[in-house]
């Protein structure tokens, strides 16, 4: 692994389902976010975390849970999707030094 | 509530055109702007800027942070096709923790 993973790569879901989007580091960032990118509304922050064991609200999380039992992964529940949810869903970590924020590939999710 | 606003929304040039992305924010706890280049899928990384300024060059793309007027602006020279992308510009927050505020992004489409 280099870099950030994702997965699913997309999915399509049925309104009520639960759904767990996956996000991998292998940098040893501290910090780790979940976006949300909708058309015309730019990237939005739904959780965050800036360290193993700590998470945190974003600007968008309702709907949403996140865990940090490590410092490698980062994963995303909808606990009952509805269609308002059908997004494509960035994950990212963080440089420390830098600020910089590295971005995985995106989950294109479907909520019918 | 903090906000990041980019303009224009949407932009059509000819190859070898100049180009000005504008990028302004009203935010608490500023720590540093970014400006991303968003082509198929994730977005990739351009510039950090803190200072006032001082701009930052990397070939054709060059950008500058004024944080008296609050806002910034990224520059490309000499467009080709394969700049045509959404620039994205996010504002780096600091609360015991980076978090990142986005603005829409600007769609840059650059014919031959």
């Known amino acids: 692994i280099a870099g950030i993973t994702q997965a699913p790569t997309s999915q399509i879901l049925a309104a009520g389902r639960r759904m767990t989007l996956r996000c991998t580091q292998d940098?040893?960032?501290?910090?780790m976010y979940w976006y949300r990118q909708d058309l015309g509304l730019g990237l939005r922050l739904i959780h965050y975390?800036?360290?193993?064991?700590?998470?945190g609200k974003g600007e968008v999380p309702d709907g949403y849970s996140v865990s940090r039992a490590n410092t490698d992964d980062f994963p995303l529940t909808l606990a009952s999707a509805v269609p308002s949810q059908t997004s494509v869903y960035f994950c990212?970590?963080?440089?420390?030094?830098?600020?910089?924020?590295?971005f995985g590939p995106g989950t294109r999710l479907t909520v019918l | 509530e903090d906000k990041v606003v980019q303009s224009p929304l949407s932009l059509v040039v000819h190859e070898g055109d100049t180009v000005t992305l504008n990028c302004s924010y009203e935010v608490t706890n500023f720590r540093s702007l970014l400006w991303y280049k968003q082509e198929k899928k994730a977005p990739t990384f351009l510039f950090m800027l803190t200072s006032s300024g001082i701009e930052k060059k990397s070939g054709r793309l060059s950008s500058i942070l004024d944080k008296k007027e609050l806002f910034s602006i990224l520059n490309i020279t000499a467009t080709q096709t394969g700049d045509s992308a959404v620039y994205l510009c996010a504002v780096e927050i600091w609360t015991s923790g980076s978090r990142l505020t986005f603005g829409e992004g600007t769609q840059l489409t650059v014919n031959p």
């Open positions: 975390s800036n360290t193993a064991g700590t998470t």
């Open positions: 990212a970590s963080s440089d420390p030094d830098t600020s910089e924020q590295f």
């Open positions: 940098m040893r960032h501290n910090a």
